[in-house]
């Protein structure tokens, strides 16, 4: 059953090209609303925690360097339906196959640089919202 919460971050890319304010932007007007937010920044350490899923993946070591190479924004989003709408407002990951007007055709610098995170399923998207922000921050 789908929940109405969903978990996102803006990566290091979009962070360090001044893009914070136009993505946060189309979220809103795409009908979510921010219940959380903060910016920081990952040690290479905490990255690995994050995509621990992807550790036997051969990209993995990269990932884990470019997500720790500047500051990132986790944002925890509600609106219903809220990871399926994400995840089509986000678009694909390859941003060249992404559909216009989404976040990333608009964003992201390529399939590495894809500008933003938004969890696949609910029960990822707790997990990772509870990975950035405790209990008395995240609702």
């Given at each position: 059953?789908?929940?109405?919460?969903?978990?996102?971050?803006?990566?290091?890319?979009?962070?360090?090209?001044?893009?914070?304010?136009?993505?946060?932007?189309?979220?809103?007007?795409?009908?979510?609303?921010?219940?959380?937010?903060?910016?920081?920044?990952?040690?290479?350490?905490?990255?690995?925690?994050?995509?621990?899923?992807?550790?036997?993946?051969?990209?993995?070591?990269?990932?884990?360097?470019?997500?720790?190479?500047?500051?990132?924004?986790?944002?925890?989003?509600?609106?219903?339906?809220?990871?399926?709408?994400?995840?089509?407002?986000?678009?694909?990951?390859?941003?060249?196959?992404?559909?216009?007007?989404?976040?990333?055709?608009?964003?992201?610098?390529?399939?590495?640089?894809?500008?933003?995170?938004?969890?696949d399923s609910d029960e990822n998207a707790?997990?990772?919202?509870?990975?950035?922000?405790?209990?008395?921050?995240?609702?």
């Amino acid at each position: 059953m789908a929940t109405n919460k969903t978990f996102t971050m803006i990566k290091p890319d979009a962070v360090a090209a001044g893009n914070i304010g136009g993505i946060t932007k189309m979220i809103e007007e795409a009908g979510f609303r921010i219940t959380a937010m903060k910016m920081t920044k990952l040690s290479s350490e905490r990255a690995g925690q994050f995509y621990a899923v992807h550790k036997e993946r051969p990209f993995y070591g990269e990932l884990c360097q470019y997500m720790s190479s500047g500051h990132i924004v986790a944002m925890i989003l509600e609106k219903e339906n809220a990871v399926a709408d994400f995840r089509k407002l986000i678009g694909a990951t390859d941003p060249s196959k992404a559909e216009a007007g989404t976040i990333r055709a608009i964003y992201a610098k390529s399939i590495e640089a894809n500008a933003i995170h938004g969890s696949d399923s609910d029960e990822n998207a707790e997990i990772e919202g509870s990975f950035f922000f405790a209990g008395t921050e995240k609702y």
